[in-house]
């Protein structure tokens, strides 16, 4: 970070620079217990899904793999563009900085449409939430149901992370609109892209959970 | 941000008249007054569990009962289990004490980030609410565990809302470990190198450490449990394939470490007054600290030590009973040192020192009879008996508890800058130590005679112990009401402390009583390790 001693800061620290490498320091250790919350979630479904095999992939196999993919292919090129403007306004270029932001809220927003307005659409109509009615019957009923839990319990806390996450880039924009960003003072921005990043590594678990591994070779 | 500077030798007055609205408490974010704000609802919730402790202790004094209802006797240990774990045990030490003296002891003005400190305060005040809600529509009958399937398809009340108190709190203990970490890492004074710190932030290091890394853990538990309560299917169902005892690992993944966050902080506090009250360095500094570490890493790995009769397999029954085993080995480490600092010292018996002294020989007799529950053969026997409920109690209740009323009474003067009456505060470590083992101790032999745990009656041979046990339950309640008593006339008209009333080491005794605003006035340099006391041959000529 370049030099920043001129900038003000809180009582407890002896400089912005040293403020702003503990807020980064702060972030990292908030994604190391998001990590350890998503982790009891994917240890359990993997857990589950070697007990149920047949069932976990008669599951899958109903899952939507083209919206799944896009998805994936959307959500990188977000992080990708708010990465580009982190570099931006390292070198000044505040106008670049809102366009990437922009950029990136709304390939965010894209991923949310398909997912809850396009899929969870259909698989609430293909009667793929578990329960009495569900669509698939038979000795593999049971398996596909769990299947379908941790379908709808990571898919819905991932949509939450996003939602927050598009929150935060939204505030990112006002902030630099209102000129509070320079080369000596962009903590937020680079606060902001390390969850936006951290959404996209439990998507990249979920991605193959979800849509690769029931479809076998 | 916001540019906050001030300028040496502009501060007057301490940060209890650094504005007195209420609104100058509510919307604080120094590190002091939030720990205050902690304090009285700690305060609050160990009276609502200890209530419920009393009714249960007051249910038994019959073998039939003396509530009438199972189910009402089913609700209150419930109550007494989610009140004291999550709301006095976990947070009590971490959030008061912690909160206050953690900066000071840096040499720091304020925590890393004191908006989020707030904020964790507001969460605890929410969780609070909702369980406090729950309680009153009428509370869960599944125990503090909420074991699957009875929590998910046979409890009744309400389950979801206590589950959702809990989910919250549980964000509050996030925050507050997330903070002391980054602290502790990034807002040292200079020369307070990591082996010059005292021992109590490395415990406080420990126990954040496995409040960020377990806690999150209990999150996605409880929101599967949520799920499957609301939705009628979930997860933990065997009836579509999915394993209760899933729940049983998740759920204890995260409680046995929490059980460390419980005592590690008490461990912090003893190793602070134990040398300030014996006059003497401590002994084996370096032993103490890394002995914190090893607790907190090994913690993760012993988990299974609750499931040795829920059909878990022999071997990996075995390999959590020898893990079991080796916890036990950091721990009586420190016991040791402790004994060892005061080897040769010019003991002082102050009220802290009482309530340390307490500790030690309480917290040894729980530890050691967890050696008993850590090994696969005596468990059988005694898993689910009151022996169990002894053997946490000593360590939770004669541990946890007198080593947070040690600390509150050792850093009271600093608090609040005001004196407790010194006899009633022996008076009180006495009461309590004396009501503690005539409630605890019986238990030990009813589990060790085969009477189960979390049954609202009992055989009739069995009730002379129980009997006792109420007797000294209510010694124990006096005990407790008694500090309540004297430190709040204290804050009256206790006589005015001064800066360092016990002539303690650490940089928190280098500030006024009460401290300012900004803790010090100019950043003090560290230049020697803690606990400079001077050799034992001075202090016997010069006292």
Redesign the interface.
């Known amino acids: 970070m370049a030099d920043a001693s001129y900038l003000p800061h809180e009582f407890q620290y002896s400089s912005a620079r040293h403020q702003a490498e503990t807020a980064i320091a702060g972030m990292w250790l908030f994604l190391a217990t998001e990590m350890l919350f998503f982790g009891a979630l994917f240890l359990s479904w993997i857990y589950s899904r070697h007990w149920n095999q047949a069932g976990f992939d008669a599951g899958a196999q109903q899952t939507n793999l083209t919206i799944g993919t896009v998805n994936t292919a959307i959500l990188l090129a977000s992080s990708f563009v708010y990465s580009a403007g982190l570099a931006f306004i390292e070198i000044g270029n505040k106008r670049r900085l809102i366009q990437c932001c922009a950029v990136a809220w709304m390939l965010g927003f894209a991923f949310l449409i398909l997912k809850f307005g396009v899929e969870w659409h259909g698989d609430f109509h293909k009667h793929l939430f578990p329960g009495s009615h569900f669509a698939i019957t038979g000795p593999l009923s049971g398996g596909a149901q769990l299947f379908f839990i941790f379908y709808f319990v990571g898919t819905a806390l991932h949509g939450l992370h996003m939602i927050g996450g598009l929150i935060l880039v939204g505030w990112i924009i006002l902030r630099a609109r209102r000129d509070e960003f320079s080369p000596g003072y962009y903590t937020p921005v680079a606060a902001v892209g390390l969850y936006w990043s951290f959404v996209d590594v439990v998507w990249i678990v979920l991605y193959p959970l979800i849509y690769l591994v029931g479809r076998g070779p | 941000?916001?540019?906050?500077?001030?300028e040496a030798g502009a501060v007057e007055g301490s940060y209890l008249t650094d504005g007195v609205t209420l609104r100058s408490w509510l919307l604080t974010t120094d590190h002091k007054r939030i720990a205050l704000l902690y304090l009285g609802s700690i305060t609050l919730f160990f009276f609502v569990g200890g209530t419920a402790a009393a009714l249960i202790r007051y249910n038994l004094i019959t073998p039939q009962g003396m509530i009438a209802s199972a189910e009402t006797y089913n609700r209150l240990f419930t109550v007494h289990g989610v009140v004291m774990v999550w709301f006095f045990l976990i947070p009590a030490v971490p959030v008061t004490l912690g909160n206050f003296i953690v900066?000071l002891m840096l040499g720091?003005?304020?925590?890393?980030?004191?908006k989020?400190n707030l904020a964790s305060w507001y969460l605890f005040v929410v969780a609070g609410v909702v369980v406090l809600c729950s309680l009153f529509a009428g509370g869960a009958d599944t125990g503090w565990t909420f074991y699957t399937p009875l929590s998910s398809s046979y409890a009744r009340g309400h389950v979801v809302l206590t589950v959702v108190g809990i989910f919250i709190a549980g964000f509050s203990s996030?925050a507050t470990g997330?903070n002391f970490?980054?602290t502790i890492?990034?807002?040292r004074a200079p020369g307070m190198t990591w082996y010059r710190m005292p021992v109590f932030l490395w415990s406080l290091y420990a126990t954040s450490v496995i409040l960020?890394?377990?806690?999150?853990?209990l999150?996605?538990?409880l929101?599967?449990l949520g799920?499957e309560r609301i939705?009628?299917?979930?997860?933990f169902d065997p009836?579509?394939?999915?394993?209760p005892l899933?729940f049983q690992h998740?759920f204890w993944?995260y409680s046995h470490p929490a059980v460390y966050v419980m005592i590690l902080p008490g461990f912090g506090v003893i190793s602070e007054i134990i040398p300030a009250f014996s006059r003497k360095r401590i002994f084996g500094y370096k032993f103490i600290v890394w002995c914190s570490v090893a607790i907190a890493v090994i913690s993760f790995l012993v988990w299974g030590h609750h499931m040795f009769v829920a059909g878990t397999a022999l071997y990996s029954a075995l390999v959590f009973s020898i893990l079991s085993y080796m916890v036990a080995v950091p721990s009586a480490i420190k016991v040791f040192n402790w004994i060892g600092t005061m080897h040769k010292g010019f003991i002082l018996f102050d009220a802290p020192m009482l309530y340390a002294l307490g500790f030690i020989g309480l917290f040894t007799i729980g530890g050691l009879t967890g050696l008993f529950l850590a090994a696969l053969g005596a468990d059988v026997h005694l898993t689910q008996t009151y022996f169990v409920v002894a053997h946490f109690h000593y360590v939770m209740v004669g541990g946890m508890v007198s080593a947070f009323f040690a600390g509150l009474h050792y850093w009271w003067p600093k608090i609040t800058g005001r004196i407790y009456p010194e006899m009633w505060g022996r008076a009180g470590a006495l009461i309590i130590f004396i009501g503690f083992n005539l409630t605890f101790f019986p238990q030990f032999i009813l589990g060790y005679l085969g009477m189960p745990r979390r049954y609202h009656s009992y055989p009739p041979e069995f009730e002379v112990l129980n009997v006792l046990s109420s007797a000294g339950a209510t010694i124990l309640a006096a005990g407790y009401l008694l500090p309540l008593a004297y430190l709040t006339w204290s804050l009256f008209r206790g006589e005015r402390a001064s800066a360092n009333p016990w002539r303690a080491t650490g940089l928190e005794w280098m500030t006024p009583s009460p401290p300012p605003t900004?803790n010090f006035v100019s950043t003090p340099v560290v230049t020697e390790g803690p606990y400079a006391y001077p050799a034992p041959e001075i202090v016997q000529h010069h006292g």
């Open positions: 941000m916001s540019a906050v500077v001030v900066p720091a003005r304020d925590l890393a980030f004191p989020l996030i997330l970490i980054v890492h990034r807002l960020v890394l377990a806690t999150p853990v999150a996605m538990t929101l599967l799920f939705f009628g299917i979930g997860v009836a579509l394939g999915g394993d899933l998740l993944f900004v």
